[in-house]
């Protein structure tokens, strides 16, 4: 099932953050079926896992691209990123009593990462740029 689609109106302008959103969708979509094999808990966790590695990359790259170019609301875009890793951390514990699916799981980060790049990353990659491919709302 592909919970997210990856279409222009997110791109930010900047290749190396649109690599990035890029091959996490690809993970948020594909990777819950190549961890089927195993028990259910082990491969949602895995799942859980392979996502929260990459985002928590991802954020790391965005913050150093914020630092560098000393974007003036940085504190809000960070809040934000601490927000997803609060969501991860409700999700493994309802995970861990067994009360969530793949497809609930999809649904939370999929639903966090669109609205996430609409709305602040490409705010920031235009303040600092001036290149987003389109103004955000
Ligand atoms: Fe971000
Ligand atoms: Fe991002």
Not at 16 to 31: A, K, P, Q, T, W
Request: glycine share 6%.
């Amino acid at each position: 099932m592909e919970a997210i689609h990856f279409s222009d109106e997110l791109l930010t302008g900047d290749e190396g953050i649109d690599n990035e959103h890029r091959l996490i969708f690809f993970l948020v979509n594909n990777m819950q079926g190549s961890v089927y094999g195993g028990s259910l808990e082990v491969g949602l966790r895995t799942y859980v896992n392979i996502l929260k590695t990459h985002a928590t990359n991802h954020f790391a790259h965005e913050e150093e691209f914020m630092a560098l170019h000393k974007y003036t609301e940085m504190e809000e875009h960070l809040k934000e990123h601490e927000g997803f890793v609060n969501t991860i951390k409700a999700v493994e514990e309802k995970m861990a009593v067994g009360a969530l699916t793949f497809e609930e799981i999809q649904t939370m980060v999929a639903e966090w990462l669109n609205t996430h790049i609409r709305d602040m990353d490409l705010k920031m990659v235009l303040a600092v740029r001036g290149t987003a491919s389109r103004k955000p709302a």
